[in-house]
């Protein structure tokens, strides 16, 4: 909570300069990636300089609304003290203006009175100078604030519209991520085809190899009855 302008004006600063040295480091962001490049590091770099300049940015807001609240309070206290001025200076102007019509000008009365009306119109006319130059304060502090709330808007579109290129790239990553995992399923089910064949084909051959050797085995085995029948007749 802010409690005089000095405190006011330095917050003020010490934001001021904040924000400079978060527009340097947009500076520096800018410079090290292309002005198109919408990368994830490229987006998350401008992402986090331009929400440290939000933040910022609503501080000073909150910083000038609390001024504003002050100046706001101290011209309606002053406002009052300016009506009350105003109905003395009136009061006591009838009573002067009572004074020259019963005792005259040259009176003592009147002009002690005549020195209490000039004293309170002097009063009263520095005071109106007071309110003109509050309202003219008041004025600036407004558009200072609106110009404040403006700027941390421009910022908050900023932010969106990087928000939803990031989006634009999780969703690209997303679908790049579907078409790889169908084209992996798509290669399984060929490599899937292949191996059936294969194995297919291995059945085959195991099964021909198997029907070869049976065929040796009774080939061999006649030839040895027919051996043994030639033996016996011997």
């Keep these: 909570k802010l409690t005089g302008e000095s405190e006011y004006r330095r917050a003020l600063q ?44 609503n501080s000073k807001v909150k ?13 309606e206290k002053n406002r009052e003290e300016h009506n009350k001025l105003k109905e003395a200076l009136d009061t ?4 002067l203006q009572e004074l020259e019509r019963t005792c005259g000008k040259n009176s003592e009365e009147y002009k002690a009175q005549a020195t209490i009306v000039s004293e309170l119109a002097k ?18 502090a407004r ?8 700027a941390a808007k421009d910022t908050e579109r900023e932010i969106s519209n990087l928000s ?8 690209a990553a997303e679908d790049a991520g579907k078409k790889a995992e169908s084209s992996a399923k798509g290669g399984w089910t060929f490599l899937k085809g292949v191996m ?6 291995a059945i085959q051959n195991v ?19 027919k051996f043994e029948t030639t033996m016996s007749f011997a």
């Design 14 to 57: 010490q934001i001021t300069q904040s924000l400079r040295e978060v527009d340097s480091e947009l500076k520096l962001v800018a410079s090290q990636y292309d002005k198109n490049d919408r990368s994830q590091e490229a987006i998350t770099a401008q992402s986090e300089a331009l929400t440290k300049k939000l933040e910022e940015q």
């Design 63 to 75: 910083t000038l609304e609390d001024n504003l609240k002050s100046l706001n309070k101290q011209a």
């Design 92 to 95: 006591e102007t009838k009573k």
């Design 123 to 140: 009063t009263y006319k520095k005071s109106s100078e007071n309110i003109a130059d509050q309202e003219i304060k008041l004025s600036k």
């Design 143 to 150: 558009a200072e604030l609106n110009n404040a709330k403006s």
């Design 164 to 171: 939803d290129s990031f989006e634009d790239v999780g969703d």
């Design 196 to 201: 059936a064949d294969l194995a297919s084909n």
């Design 207 to 225: 099964l021909g190899a198997l029907k070869s050797l049976i065929g040796e085995a009774i080939e061999a085995a006649d030839g040895l009855k």
